[in-house]
């Protein structure tokens, strides 16, 4: 039931989209304009662009909004180029676009870097790409999602005059300014709504140990921009549509997405300001991610893990961080703690197999307390996993190999 009333808020939001670009498209060619030139781009042609546009930047913030600079810059008439907006200075696109060949370049090579090499780098780009979204949300989608300006009677100086009055809050207006502010929000949201989907790429990134998989995501995130843009181009109709299905499509996995963001932002703030150097872990509540989808609970849903009076371990949360609070009971059984090359985890052991199952991961802040979140809920296992396992297991055989002592067994139960 929750997932229908959804899919139909958000057609509804498409409609509502749909019908102002309409009234963008009959009230341009009803209105007359004897004092200047038509203009030869109807608001619903305008709107339709505007739509692409803004679905593109969301994709690829800084790519998007240098692109869109350079594009304006060199089909302005030279003697004009003074009147364009920020992103149109060279000042402005030319250092983007650099910065996002540099960015590709870092992705040609992550294939065959290291993960530890190449982590770094991703940490900076994910920064970049809050950034740059921020600064377009605020100064960049307003201006282009404003097709509707205020065109009033009367001649060039005086609409001039009338419109500086209407932007100062005073009490004259037109009825494009109206349209405006149904506009520019719903622009607002539906660029948040793709800018979060294509935000977590940088997260999948930053979790996944592979270069392969890096340079497929970044593949997939480029040929969906250099899809949506070269439909506008042909025909900026069906350019419009192929954004409004991608944004129903970020709109169904904005909780998936929102989670992931959440994920992303608490490890690069740890992997960036180095936190485990100066981070204590509590004495019974601490801060965790699920690591799968648990009775419900999607994976990566952040909260606390609490040992209650009753000596159960309990997963406390709030949905979307700010809704009523709610309680997840683990399973029973034998539980042990995961030291992982950049993050820890709170694994279960099964019974017969002694096999290791993730529950609960901890951000990297964590990294290199493990023993002290072992003791704070009385488990008494730590155990390598993952990569780290294989790395060390290779340096191992590396030091044997070269003549170093080989390592004691560990005990079966520890190992």
């Not at 364009?84 to 060279?90: A, C, D, H, S, T």
């Amino acid at each position: 039931m929750r997932k229908n009333l959804r899919c139909v808020a958000c057609l509804g939001v498409c409609v509502l989209l749909l019908t102002l670009v309409a009234s963008g498209a009959t009230s341009a060619s009803a209105r007359s304009a004897p004092a200047k030139p038509a203009d030869p781009q109807s608001r619903g042609l305008q709107m339709a662009k505007s739509i692409s546009t803004i679905t593109g930047v969301a994709i690829s913030p800084l790519l998007g909004v240098g692109a869109v600079g350079a594009y304006d810059y060199f089909s302005t008439a030279p003697e004009m180029r003074n009147t364009l907006p920020w992103y149109g200075n060279p000042v402005f696109w030319v250092p983007a676009l650099l910065l996002v060949a540099a960015v590709a370049g870092k992705d040609a090579f992550g294939t065959v870097v290291p993960p530890g090499l190449k982590k770094p780098l991703d940490v900076a780009e994910t920064i970049e790409n809050k950034v740059s979204g921020l600064v377009a949300a605020g100064a960049f989608v307003p201006m282009v999602a404003s097709v509707f300006p205020m065109t009033l009677g009367g001649d060039a100086p005086t609409a001039a005059a009338t419109q500086s009055v209407c932007l100062a809050g005073m009490a004259a207006f037109d009825g494009h300014g109206i349209l405006n502010v149904l506009t520019v929000p719903l622009a607002l949201v539906a660029y948040a709504l793709v800018w979060l989907v294509s935000h977590t790429i940088n997260v999948l990134i930053l979790i996944s140990p592979f270069g392969v998989v890096d340079a497929a995501l970044k593949s997939a995130r480029t040929f969906l921009l250099a899809l949506l843009t070269g439909v506008s181009f042909i025909n900026p109709w069906a350019g419009a549509l192929l954004s409004l299905v991608i944004i129903v499509i970020a709109y169904l996995v904005a909780g998936w997405s929102f989670r992931l963001m959440v994920y992303g932002t608490i490890y690069v703030w740890d992997f960036v300001t180095l936190r485990q150097r100066r981070f204590t872990p509590a004495a019974n509540a601490n801060w965790m991610f699920t690591a799968r989808e648990i009775d419900g609970v999607p994976i990566r849903t952040y909260g606390k893990l609490v040992r209650n009076e009753q000596g159960n371990l309990t997963f406390a949360y709030r949905p979307w961080l700010v809704l009523a609070p709610r309680n997840l009971s683990l399973a029973e059984g034998r539980y042990a703690i995961g030291r992982g090359l950049f993050c820890p985890e709170l694994m279960l052991v099964a019974k017969e197999t002694n096999q290791l199952q993730a529950t609960l991961v901890m951000p990297p802040r964590y990294r290199s307390h493990e023993e002290e979140v072992a003791g704070a809920y009385g488990l008494t296992e730590v155990r390598d996993i993952g990569l780290l396992r294989g790395l060390k297991a290779m340096w191992s055989w590396l030091r044997h190999l070269f003549g170093g002592a080989r390592p004691e067994t560990a005990p079966a139960a520890a190992a």
